[in-house]
């Protein structure tokens, strides 16, 4: 059965980073603001800034032709088809009976 050293040794990986000292003491100064130690601050800074990255790529991006046929169908709707006319009967009569 393997330790619980190696087990740990698994689950985590390492990131190391180089900073200046002055960067360092700055964010030393902020995790002992917000009361935890620097390693915490800096996952969960990495953390947040990765999950506001990602969120930003992951965002709709339309091509220059996806953007043609958007604006079209907004600009030159097509005919309302036998199904929405009906719909839009049933809802009109819906607010017929509700009055």
């Not at 990131?15 to 996952?43: C, H, M, N, P, Y």
């Not at 930003?56 to 309302?80: E, G, K, T």
């Amino acid at each position: 059965m393997p330790s619980t050293a190696s087990k740990r040794q698994k689950q985590s990986a390492r990131i190391e980073a180089r900073v200046s000292s002055e960067q360092k003491r700055f964010f030393e100064r902020a995790a002992e603001i917000q009361g935890v130690t620097l390693t915490d601050f800096v996952i969960s800074s990495m953390h947040r800034a990765a999950t506001e990255a990602l969120q930003s790529h992951n965002a709709i991006q339309l091509s220059s032709r996806d953007q043609a046929v958007f604006f079209d169908a907004l600009l030159n709707p097509p005919r309302p088809n036998e199904a929405l006319r009906a719909a839009a009967e049933r809802y009109a009569r819906s607010r017929q009976s509700q009055k």
